[in-house]
């Protein structure tokens, strides 16, 4: 909830903003907060996340991707996540999150994002994502189509790399309806 102005404020600028084809890479501008900062002045580790939150939500609205889900009744969720850290973007210092959709595997897409200041990339991360209905998980097939109906087919061979899938995978919990029992650790 700590993002939540910032959340509305990013929605309510994309709107305004020009459309993009959810292939393209998108781009926000923001100044690292008191609220996004530690006691060493710097962006927090797990703040990144929160603040990718608002890349990603820009992304869907400028392509058209937010309403079609909403109109079918689908919210997208963060199966996994992984992020890399190059050097601390300290407090008051702006920086732009890009935001891109790399690609699919048999169940989810995935995005990379990237923290730049002054043209320096500072932190990456990249994010497996689903959409979810009433019934579950939407399917890619589904979400792609959704995304040609809007008018951006997916381009040729959009399939993720298979570090990333590799990647994925030996890092999986058990599925939710399974169990994930917790030995001695």
């Known amino acids: 909830m700590h993002v939540i102005f910032r959340t509305l404020l990013i929605l309510l600028k994309a709107r305004r903003r020009p459309r993009t084809?959810?292939?393209?890479?998108?781009?926000?501008?923001?100044?690292?907060?008191?609220?996004?900062v530690d006691f060493l002045m710097h962006i927090n580790n797990g703040q990144y996340f929160s603040l990718f939150d608002l890349g990603r939500?820009?992304?869907?609205?400028?392509?058209g991707l937010w309403a079609g889900a909403r109109k079918r009744g689908w919210h997208p969720v963060v199966q996994a996540e992984q992020?890399?850290?190059?050097?601390?973007?300290?407090?008051?210092?702006?920086?732009?999150i890009y935001t891109k959709l790399i690609g699919v595997d048999d169940r989810c897409?995935?995005?990379?994002?990237?923290?730049v200041v002054d043209g320096e990339i500072y932190v990456r991360a990249y994010v497996a994502g689903r959409l979810v209905g009433d019934n579950g998980p939407v399917t890619i097939e589904e979400i792609l189509e959704m995304a040609a109906e809007n008018g951006h087919p997916a381009p040729e061979n959009f399939e993720v790399s298979e570090e990333l899938?590799?990647?994925?995978?030996?890092f999986a919990l058990p599925a939710s309806r399974k169990p994930a029992p917790h030995g001695k650790f």
């Open 165 to 170: 899938k590799a990647w994925r995978r030996e």
């Open 57 to 63: 939500f820009d992304m869907m609205v400028r392509s």
């Open 21 to 36: 084809s959810p292939w393209e890479s998108t781009e926000i501008t923001l100044r690292a907060l008191p609220t996004d």
């Open 109 to 115: 897409f995935y995005i990379e994002h990237r923290v």
């Open 83 to 96: 992020i890399t850290f190059r050097k601390s973007v300290n407090f008051w210092t702006k920086f732009q």
